[in-house]
């Protein structure tokens, strides 16, 4: 091979994104717009099934509502980030709770960012996953960008 040429750089797995929404047509449009971006799409619709879910699935990133059926988002969080192995995974809260204190518990427990719905369109949020994409910057989101 003439020493000029330059390989193509080795395609990276896509990502994988669990996607926690109870309501189905938002689940949905989330679902098609990321698939559309290449992600390996996994969805929950209650607190239960996402646990499940993201034991098994290793997500990469996680789009988490926090009204949910069975068990809330926050607590979801918490329990997530307390599992070996998913401290870097980035969660970003997607919500219509615009309450400081919830924004401040999702912080804390550590929350890579936090959206209010009514601010962004689904098919903008997916978009907005870019910037959890880059590899030489893992586990160190940018600033949240929700803030009630």
Same mark, same amino acid.
């Given at each position: +091979? ?11 797995? *896509? $990502? ?6 109870? /309501? ?10 990321? $698939? ?9 619709? #209650? ?7 993201? $034991? ?10 926090? +009204?949910?059926?069975? !068990?809330?988002?926050? #607590?979801?969080? @918490?329990?997530? @980030?307390?599992?070996?192995?998913? @401290?870097?995974?980035?969660?970003? +809260? !997607?919500?219509?709770? =615009?309450?400081?204190?919830?924004? &401040? &518990?999702?912080?804390?427990? =550590?929350?890579? /960012?936090?959206?209010? $719905?009514?601010?962004?369109?689904? !098919?903008?949020?997916?978009? =907005?996953?870019? @910037?959890?994409?880059?590899? &030489?910057? *893992? ?10």
């Amino acid at each position: +091979m003439d020493p000029q040429t330059t390989q193509p750089a080795p395609l990276l797995p *896509p $990502k994988k994104l669990l996607i926690v929404e109870d /309501d189905f047509y938002i689940r949905d449009i989330y679902k098609i717009a990321a $698939k559309n971006k290449g992600y390996v799409v996994y969805t929950a619709a #209650d607190g239960e099934e996402a646990l499940s879910l993201a $034991k098994v699935a290793h997500p990469d990133i996680i789009l988490l509502d926090i +009204m949910l059926p069975k !068990v809330s988002g926050i #607590d979801i969080l @918490k329990t997530i @980030k307390s599992w070996e192995g998913y @401290k870097d995974v980035p969660i970003i +809260m !997607v919500t219509n709770v =615009g309450e400081n204190e919830t924004y &401040q &518990q999702a912080l804390q427990a =550590g929350a890579a /960012d936090y959206i209010l $719905k009514v601010q962004q369109t689904p !098919v903008q949020i997916i978009e =907005g996953l870019e @910037k959890y994409n880059h590899p &030489q910057n *893992p586990g160190v989101p940018p600033a949240p960008t929700g803030q009630p």
